[in-house]
Nanobody, 118 residues
Framework: QVQLVESGGGLVQTGGSLRLSCAASGSIFSIDFMGWYRQAPGKQRELVVTSGSSTTYADSVKGRFTISRDNAKNTVYLQMNSLKPEDTAIYYC??????????????WGQGTQVTVSS
């Protein structure tokens, strides 16, 4: 199956920036959808951004976060600027598409911790 490996999380001060990476490995034919989600301690997982035919950001991150991808590397990115303490969470990537055998896949990353100090 297609596996996603996340990296780029860490500790940053308020107002700082981080770029998360989500590298997909396996027999990938195409990526049709990508998204980032996050879960803070004691809270439900929430959508950060989804991107398929259109891109939609959560109001809480709009104007600060940007999703992108490098198709050649099969890697999805989340650029996070002007970080706030409320952005502290474990971030998960989700990628959907088709494998080389043309069967669909829906894969999740292992999560990467983002901590924003106040």
């Amino acid at each position: 199956q297609v596996q996603l490996v996340e990296s780029g999380g860490g500790l940053v001060q308020t107002g700082g920036s981080l770029r998360l990476s989500c590298a997909a490995s396996g027999s990938i034919f195409s990526i049709d959808f990508m998204g980032w989600y996050r879960q803070a301690p004691g809270k439900q997982r929430e959508l950060v951004v989804t991107s398929g035919s259109s891109t939609t950001y959560a109001d809480s991150v709009k104007g600060r976060f940007t999703i992108s991808r490098d198709n050649a590397k099969n890697t999805v990115y989340l650029q996070m600027n002007s970080l706030k303490p409320e952005d502290t969470a474990i971030y998960y990537c989700n990628v959907q598409g088709r494998r080389r055998n043309l069967r669909s896949f829906d894969s999740w990353g292992q999560g990467t911790q983002v901590t924003v100090s106040s």
